[in-house]
């Protein structure tokens, strides 16, 4: 229930979509319902800042799997050029090609 007869926007709008059981509203709206909630000694809607925290949480986690994700790609990419040429290194020496008697790991 909301008390007066001026509602903020926001608070409406949250009001409406929680009263619906989520059947109007957007992603958006599921978010700052995740992230608010209704306090009735107040009449409004204020910062549910443990489920703040939660989100903020999944978001690290996200962007760090991301971040190892795409090191793990890089370096077998990586991994994968080095011993392409070490083969073609070794077939030259075979032919006689590669010259200079340098070990391979130095070329």
Known sequence: YLY???YPARDLRLALVEASRNR???PVEQVLLYCFHYDPTTGRYS???LNLVRG???VTLFVLGG???TAVRREKRCTKRTVV???RGERERAVGGGGGGAPPHIK
């Open 4 to 6: 007066g007869i001026e």
């Open 24 to 26: 109007i509203g957007g």
């Open 47 to 49: 910062v549910a800042i």
């Open 56 to 58: 903020a949480g999944i």
């Open 67 to 69: 971040f190892v994700v």
């Open 85 to 87: 040429s070490n083969h």
